[in-house]
């Protein structure tokens, strides 16, 4: 039984550490180099892996050298990917990170010119049946429905990561339990203003539709969780940033085990915003994401809060 099947956005992260973000024609000395996996979906399993919970990958990758690298280290963390299909010729979603140690932020090129799409008949009524949550994106859309719309008649519960850069996300909010955007998607899509009311928006587009709750995170301004009781405020928590990416990928992985062990919103909130701050210790979208026990340690510790 897996407590986390992911169908979504697996990727190459090329990262560069540097002290500045560029200016248009400025080239800029990179401090360090780091190579490893990214995307929505495939980091979102690492981090459940790495919180203890059991967990598969259903998708494609191509079978050159970049596709391998993304495969060996999502089997090494410990995800299942004896669903993945390979696909001669073809290669996996690149990204290029510039990420600036002064302000803690970055910038992302990417390209899925040479990504091969996830078939919808891989995904299996068994395979879900045998999954306690279905975690999704909306870059591989059509095998997102097709997995979404088999958990929903087998009560299999959906959590779902949207992102802009990703396909439009009317089909998945209707067969999703749990929604978790970032706040510039629900302003974008939405067309949503404040925290709140992204939330709120959020939580009225997937309600009608058997949605329980709706999560939209704000990166330093926190998170805020919307359900038929209201509103749930989470502080962001106050760490040494040294590099953001993939903290929303760890925070959705997080919750979306919370789910699968049927712990109450007022338990995941905090425990996924912890999770999401550790990994912004270390560069790259992984290399920080905690173990269960640092996450626990630290929010036993009352660790600081930005207001």
Known sequence: MYDVLGIGC?????VMEVPHAPAPDEKVRAERLRIQGGGLVATALVAVARLGGRCAFLGALGDDVLAQRCFDELRREGVDVSHVRRVPGASVLTAVIAADRTAGTRMILWT?????????????????????VLHIDNFQVEAALRA?????????????????????????LRL????IVPLEFARK????????DSARTLYEAIRPHGGRAAVVTAGTAGS?????????RQAAYSVEVV????????????????????????????????????K??????RAGIPTRGEVEVFLASGPPVIE
Do not use: N
């Open 112 to 132: 899925d010119e040479e990504q091969p799409p996830t078939a919808p008949e891989q995904v299996t009524e068994d395979l879900v049946r045998a999954s306690r």
């Open 176 to 179: 999703v339990d749990y929604a």
């Open 280 to 285: 912004c210790r270390q560069p790259g979208g």
């Open 224 to 232: 805020c969780a919307w359900t038929a009781a209201g509103a749930m």
């Open 243 to 278: 590099d953001t990416t993939g903290c929303g990928d760890v925070f959705h992985g997080a919750f979306a085990l919370g789910v699968a062990r049927g712990e109450s919103l007022e338990r995941i909130m905090p425990f996924a915003a912890a999770a999401a701050a550790l």
């Open 189 to 196: 899509q939405l067309g949503a203003g404040t925290l709140e």
């Open 148 to 172: 979404a719309a088999l958990a929903r008649r087998l009560s299999v519960p959906v959590t779902v990561d949207l992102e802009p850069g990703g396909r439009p996300a009317d089909k998945l």
């Open 10 to 14: 697996c990727a190459l992260d090329i």
